[in-house]
């Protein structure tokens, strides 16, 4: 069971953005994707999940070629939680979560006492349960972030792919986000995830990929390519590193 890149090219009509990439992402585990800013995370997650056409190579949703599966069979199956935007139409926060089991009613059916149940319990998990009545435009970027995870779990897909899932989180959610990817991990969820933060990449990922210029510098299990070596290529910038006395490394900017 995975989600897998092969010889993968990607990119917008007019521009390509990368290639050359081998990913395969399997049920169970969570993998990170980092790189500088503008180097194709994101144009690289929505082509895993068929947002954007591959421009070359192959992507396989266990086994089956992704563009042969339908919009439906595609969205039971693959979770989004993009960055957080502002949402224009003022939906409350449990009739947003609820439209993540749209992929399993259809769009126009209503929703049904389980769909209802599986929402809240996914408010409940996110800590949000207090937000369900308040509109989604009128909560913080912190807030609209718990809730768009929310929503990709409601949708109770295989995968889910988060793109920088906590950047606007305060401290204490970022560590309830990250616990929640990993209790997905172990639930047998395959979760793909986007950071600007190599501690977290470390702490939390099993595998990891390192991107620069639409292309995997590195692509392997987490502790053996988070290295100062590695990420002053990665970024092209200084990083300090400090190690506790028990051995434990983190990386440190410039
Ligand atoms: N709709 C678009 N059409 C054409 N080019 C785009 C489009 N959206 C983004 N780009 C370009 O694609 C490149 C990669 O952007 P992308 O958003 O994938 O980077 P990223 O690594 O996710 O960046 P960040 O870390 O800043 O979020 C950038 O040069 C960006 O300007």
Redesign the pocket.
Known sequence: MSLAASALAY??P??E?GRDIELALQAGEVMALL??????????LKTMLGLLPARGGSLRLDGQALESLGFGARARALGYVP?AHAGTFAFSVAEMVLMGRTAHAGLFAAPSAHDRTVARAMLERLGIAALAERPYTEISGGERQLALVARALAQEPRYIILD?PTASLDFGNQGKVMAQIRRLAAEGLGVLF?T?DPNQALRYADRVML?RDGRALASGPATALLTQDNLVALYGSAVEIVRDADGRLAFLPG
Not at 35 to 44: A, D, E, I, Q, Y
Request: hydrophobic letters at 20%; glycine letters at 20%.
């Open positions: 990119g917008y007019a521009r953005i790189g500088p800013n503008g180097h194709g995370k994101t144009t690289l960055q920088e986007t600007h991107l």
